[in-house]
Structures are given as structure tokens and as C-alpha cells.
């Protein structure tokens, strides 16, 4: 079984949950497309990352104890050039430390605003029966109010992958309409492939969610993303 | 617990025994030994049957031994109708006297109370330890028809079950004997169990035997949960691929769910987690208690379509489009005949070669009827644009052309196609009747014609995705 670093590191510190960069370095190494994301710990690295990553950029708290990133004031998108990026990070980090003036800040991630596309997700969870389980559908209102998702147990065969994109209702907003063309369909079903074989090669992960994967007409990129371990996870 | 070896998924003890103990209450009535007794005797069994009981001598003419140990000969296989609370030290007995298989009929366990769970527990370790296997508790039982093995501890009604080649399974007794009408129907089962709490022997174990016994062509299933679904996972996705599955799951809605796992003690489950299992292990999920009986038909007594394209032959255009409406949900597609079939068709009567072909208007006005009815048939059959068949069959007020009907079928018999038929008319007799006598030479008949429609469908996809999405 592989081990990862950033696994190890978590259980020694006694927590569950990955940061949204912690678990995009790991998905990266696994092979899953990411958004351009690193870590800035001062405004000054935040304003040299984004210019070496391109603007538009999109900068998130990165922190342990922060899981609702948004509500907390913690994430700033579509930032156009270096006086943005200044005051970004500036509002961020006081906005935070503010409202939990004891969490331990990793720093702030800089990533790079993905382009428009449609959004998906690809999440995974154990059943009590079946063991690891993925789950896939439409972002949005989608999975929100009309729980269009598909459901596979792990481990699944390609052909299985490429049914459960079929089979949700919205499939043909993948496949393109009125103009709009197809979303690169063979990608997504690599992506849930991958995670399928994270899951199988790693135990210790209790639930990981993509969401959302922007999908294009080539390629699709995972643009947010969450790990929890399992409690008893043996290292 | 003691592990279960797998390499014992044998049940051959329960449904072929040469010796059977009956362990219990003989007293006259509707249930207990005294019933499973009878039920053996008028079902034909062949082998030896030992009722034991201290406080008989004798019971249908057989001798009665006070205790299992007392009994001289080996016993195959031993039944169990007592009180919960002496099951364990009856097992402890049986596993003495050598025995491999029990039934325990008797319930009280882990679908009563907190004592019953414990029990339950007790006596699967026991019979883990001493390599018995348990069908129960809380169970009706087996058959095997074509043994004579009905131990049926209900009153049937009826002496014998009808051999043939259906496969019933359930974690109910609804599905046995003295709940069921097999003696009256035209196809028959392969064999019979009610897994009952399904302690040890599970709905795995049951499909693995199964896979490898000659006379189940279909296997059907009902199930309240899942006792361990990886296996589950990988045991149907072997079965399916050499015969079809076909499960009928409740507890879908949440409060379902809670009442079954009260009910056989079993744990509750996401519904859409059990349907990605089905999907992804090619098992065929069926959606009512009907079902569980009807579908299987299809696959037992006719070969599998090649394709899904569907041949239509009625007597009214309403239920040809009632059957392309249905065949639809299921990805049948309903396609132009051949030119050579429509030529042919024209010809036997002006406008027949279309694509639902509509006996209706000839056989108001060509007096020979029959005669161009067997050509329709035998034309529409062998077209090599339809992979399937379905057959509507009218039945006249006093029963007209019924031999003329079965004769056609006769020449139909060994057809590369299925043809699935449904059989109406005015009067209840003749229509049962016909679908008892059709179904008897191996056409099945269903009860509706969207039944008949599903069937087709399901044959179509199964014969698509046999073994599941590999």
C-alpha cells in the first residue's frame, strides 16, 4: 500500500479532514487533473505566485479548521492583476483572523481561475455493505435539488464508468446542446477510474469529494476538492 | 465467529438427501412434523424419513425415536420444529450423530427480541464448529420437486410441485408450497428455499449452488437485505454470466428499510446502492411480487434474442401500439418487416405486412382462419428482421380453435426465437386453460401484455450484458 506524506503528516497532527490543498497535492500525484493551485504564506509570495501562474487568479484561506471557506470571508475569485492580488490577500487574512483569531493558517492558496465550462462532480463514501462507493453528477442545482447523481461500488470496470455518466438525467448536457458543444466525456470517465483506484489503494480515506470538476471540450479540471480520513485508519 | 469456509457452498444435503429427520411437535394439523411428514410421503420422496419425538411410537406408519441419537442409520439432513430455546442443544446432537445440513423451521430468533439475536448467534457458532450447514431459523423450508424432497411444514393442499427448470429463493415463506399454487401451473421449479433469518446459508451461498445444478435455467430471488455485499458483488457477477438472476429487493424507501431490519433482523441499506450492485453484476431487478414468478419464464423455457428488435402479431392495433409504447422502456424497437416477409404476408391477406401485424381483419372475413393463422405465425417467426415475438392469443366464448392453437405451437417448439404470448378472451376457463396447456410445452404465457413486453425486454438486455459490464 502507498503511503503519502501528507496522509502520515495528518494523522500525526490528529486530524481528519484535508485542507483543499492538501488534497489537491495529493489527487495531483494520484494523476487527477487540478486546477494550478500553491500556497503563499506572505502577500508578497501571493503576488509573485500569481504572476507565475497567469491572471485571472483565486485566492482561498487555506487552514484546518476553516472548512466553510466562503462563508468565513476566506475566498476572493477572478482576480485581474497584482493591486488585487495585494488587497485580496490583505482583507482575507484579516477577515479571518478576526472571526477565528486561534486557527492555525497554513497560508493562502493562489490558484488559477479556471475557464467557464460545465460543472461536475465525482465524489466517493463507504456503505456499511458494499464498501467504497462513487457517486456522480451535474454540479450545482443538479445534485443539489434534483439529486441527479449515479452511483458504482468500487472497484469499476471502464464500461461502468461510462454508464454512470449516462445514465443521470442530464446526460445530454454533456453531450452537448442547442450549439453548445460536448464536454470531453472519455476524461471524465478517466477521472472516475483514478478515483476509483485511489480508493482501493488507499483504505484510509472515509470520503473525498471532487466539486466541481469544470469539464471542457478537452479535458476537465478538478477545481475544489476534499478528503476526510477514516477515524481508525491504520497507518 | 468462527469463519465460513468458502469452498463449502455445497447444499447438496438440503435438497438431495438420501435420509431426512424430522425433529418436533407430530401432533395432527395444519403445521409441525406431522405436516412435513405427509408433504414428503405424497411428494414421492424416495429416501428415509425419521421422525423423532419422545412421546410418539409411531407416525404414518413410520417408526418414531425419542432423540437423534437413537436414530441407527446416517441422517443427510435433519428439520428442525421446536421451541427456540432447544435448537442448540438439538444441533449439539446433530453434529454427534455426524449430520451436515439442518432446516431450523422453527422462529423465536433474531426477528424476536434481544434473547432471540443471542440465540441466533449461539447457534451459528455451533454450527460453525461443528461444520453443519443452516437454512433458517424462521424458515418454510426447501423443495425439490424432482426429488420429492418437500419437507413443507404448512398443509399444500396438494401433493406434488411441478418439476422444471425455475429457481425460487426468498427470505419469505410466501414463497413455498402451501402459499403458492405449483401444482396447478403449466411451468415448473427447479427447486425451492426459503433462507428464512439466513443465520448461515445466505442468498451467496444459495447462488453458487445454483450456478452449478443442471435443472435451474433461471435463478430468482427475493430479498430484504444483503448480507455482505462485496461478495454479493463478485458471486453475481459469476452466476449471471452463465445463468440470469433476477431479484425482487424491498426495504427501497426509507421506512421499508427500518421495518425489514426489524423484521428478519437484518441491516438496512441504500436502495440505489443495491441497484448500482444489480447494474454492475448483471443481476435483473424486478419491481414486484409478480414478477418474482412471471419473469423468469422468459428466460427458463425460451432461447435468449439475439437483438431487440420485436415482432408484433395481434388482434387489434390498439394493443400492437400499447405493446411498442412498453417495448420502448425497455429498448425494444419494433422494425419494418422484411420485403420478402411483407410480400408474403400481402399475399396470404391485402394490408397484413406491416409492421404490427394485425390478424383482426382477416379473421373476420377468411373462413378458413386457422389455416392462413399458422402461415402468419410460422412467416412472422423466421423474418430476419425481428429477434423476438410477441403473440397475442384470443380464446373464443366457447373455446374455439384451442386445439388448433396448441397444434401450431407444437411445430413451434425448438424455435431459435422467444416468443413471449398473451392470451385473452371472454371466458376466465379458457384462457387459463390455454395459458396452463401452452406453458406446459414450453411457451410461456404472461398475465398482461406489458408483462410479456418486460420479459422480451429484459431477455434482450441480459443477453446483451450477461456477466455484467465487463
Not at chain 1, 484535508?18 to 506572505?42: C, D, H, Q, W, Y
Not at chain 2, 451461498?205 to 430479498?223: Q, V
Request: hydrophobic letters at 40%.
Amino acid at each position: 500500500m502507498k503511503k503519502s506524506a501528507t496522509i502520515v503528516q495528518l494523522k500525526k497532527e490528529g486530524r481528519l479532514i484535508l485542507t483543499e490543498f492538501e488534497s489537491k497535492k495529493f489527487l495531483k500525484r494520484m494523476g487527477i487533473p487540478v486546477v494550478e493551485t500553491r500556497l503563499a504564506n506572505t502577500q508578497k509570495e501571493a503576488v509573485l505566485l500569481s504572476r507565475k501562474i497567469g491572471f485571472p487568479v483565486a485566492l482561498k484561506i487555506s487552514s484546518p479548521e476553516i472548512t466553510h471557506k466562503t462563508d468565513s470571508g476566506g475566498v476572493r475569485l477572478s482576480l485581474n492583476n497584482m493591486k488585487e492580488v495585494k488587497s485580496a490577500y490583505h482583507e482575507i487574512t484579516e477577515g479571518v483572523l478576526k472571526q477565528y483569531p486561534n486557527a492555525s493558517i497554513q497560508g493562502v492558496s493562489v490558484q488559477k481561475m479556471a475557464k467557464p465550462g460545465t460543472e461536475v462532480i465525482v465524489g466517493t463514501s463507504k456503505d456499511p455493505q458494499f464498501g467504497p462507493v462513487i457517486m456522480f453528477g451535474l454540479g450545482g442545482i443538479f445534485v443539489e435539488v434534483l439529486k441527479d447523481v449515479s452511483f458504482r461500488i468500487i472497484p469499476l470496470s471502464r464500461k461502468d464508468a461510462l454508464e454512470m455518466i449516462e445514465e443521470i438525467k442530464g446526460y445530454p448536457l454533456l453531450q452537448g446542446y442547442r450549439g453548445k458543444e460536448s464536454v470531453d466525456i472519455p476524461a471524465l470517465t478517466e477521472i472516475i477510474l483514478k478515483i476509483s483506484r485511489v480508493m482501493e489503494e488507499h483504505p484510509e480515506i472515509k470520503e473525498l469529494e471532487l466539486n466541481p470538476i469544470i469539464a471542457y471540450k478537452k479535458g476537465a479540471l478538478a477545481v475544489d476538492a476534499r478528503i476526510i480520513l477514516e477515524e481508525k485508519a491504520s497507518l | 465467529m468462527p469463519h465460513r469456509n468458502p469452498e463449502r457452498s455445497d447444499l447438496n444435503a438440503f435438497f438431495d438427501p438420501r435420509s431426512i429427520a424430522v425433529i418436533g411437535s407430530l401432533k395432527e394439523g395444519f403445521f409441525g412434523g406431522y405436516v412435513v411428514i405427509k408433504s414428503l410421503l405424497n411428494a414421492g420422496f424416495k429416501g428415509e424419513i425419521f421422525p423423532v419425538n419422545p412421546s410418539y411410537k409411531e407416525i404414518w406408519g413410520l417408526k418414531v425415536y425419542p432423540s437423534i441419537k437413537d436414530v441407527p442409520q446416517k441422517i443427510d439432513l435433519v428439520l428442525i420444529i421446536t421451541g427456540a430455546r432447544s435448537v442448540p442443544g438439538i444441533l449439539r446432537e446433530c453434529i454427534e450423530k455426524g449430520v451436515k445440513a439442518a432446516i431450523v423451521v422453527s422462529d423465536g430468533f433474531a426477528e424476536r427480541d434481544e434473547e432471540g439475536k443471542r440465540l441466533q448467534v449461539e447457534i451459528v457458532l455451533i454450527a460453525r464448529q461443528g461444520n453443519l450447514r443452516i437454512i433458517g431459523p424462521n424458515t418454510a423450508g426447501v423443495a425439490n420437486p424432482s426429488k420429492g424432497v418437500i419437507p413443507n411444514p404448512y398443509e399444500m393442499g396438494y401433493k406434488k410441485v411441478k418439476e422444471g427448470a425455475i429457481a425460487i429463493c426468498a427470505q419469505t415463506g410466501m414463497i413455498n408450497p402451501q402459499a403458492f399454487p405449483y401444482g396447478d401451473l403449466g411451468y415448473g421449479v427447479s427447486k425451492i428455499c426459503d433462507f428464512g433469518n439466513k443465520a448461515d446459508v445466505d442468498e451467496c451461498d444459495i447462488m453458487e449452488y445454483l450456478e452449478n445444478d443442471p435443472a435451474t435455467k433461471a435463478i430468482a430471488l427475493y430479498l430484504e437485505s444483503i448480507k455482505d455485499g462485496q461478495r454479493f458483488l463478485k458471486v453475481s457477477k459469476k452466476v449471471t454470466s452463465k445463468k440470469p438472476v433476477l431479484i425482487l429487493k424491498s426495504g427501497r424507501t426509507e421506512q421499508g428499510a427500518h421495518i425489514s431490519a426489524s423484521h428478519t433482523g437484518s441491516l438496512a441499506q441504500d436502495d440505489r446502492i443495491f441497484d448500482a450492485a444489480c447494474r454492475q453484476s448483471g443481476v435483473i431487478r424486478l419491481n414486484t411480487f409478480r414478477e418474482l414468478f412471471e419473469l423468469p419464464k422468459i428466460f427458463a423455457y425460451q432461447p435468449l434474442p439475439k437483438g431487440n428488435r420485436l415482432g408484433i402479431i395481434t388482434f387489434t392495433g390498439a394493443v400492437g401500439v400499447l405493446a411498442i409504447d412498453e417495448g420502448a422502456k425497455y429498448g425494444l424497437s419494433v422494425p419494418l418487416l422484411s420485403p420478402g416477409t411483407r410480400k408474403k404476408l400481402d399475399a396470404i391477406f391485402p394490408g397484413l405486412g406491416k409492421r404490427i401485424v394485425d390478424i383482426g381483419p382477416p379473421m373476420a372475413v377468411v373462413n378458413d382462419y386457422m389455416s392462413i393463422y399458422s402461415e402468419i405465425l410460422n412467416t412472422v417467426t423466421v423474418d430476419p428482421c425481428i429477434d423476438s415475438i410477441l403473440n397475442v392469443i384470443w380464446t373464443g366464448p366457447s373455446g374455439e380453435f384451442m386445439e388448433e392453437y396448441l397444434k401450431i405451437y407444437r411445430g413451434l417448439q425448438g424455435n431459435r426465437k422467444p416468443i413471449a404470448s398473451w392470451v385473452y378472451g371472454p371466458r376466465v376457463h379458457y384462457v387459463n386453460e390455454m395459458t396452463c396447456q401452452l406453458e406446459d410445452m414450453g411457451f410461456p404465457v404472461f398475465p398482461d401484455i406489458e408483462m410479456a413486453i418486460k420479459a422480451l425486454g429484459k431477455a434482450s438486455q441480459y443477453a446483451k450484458t450477461k456477466g455484467g459490464n465487463r
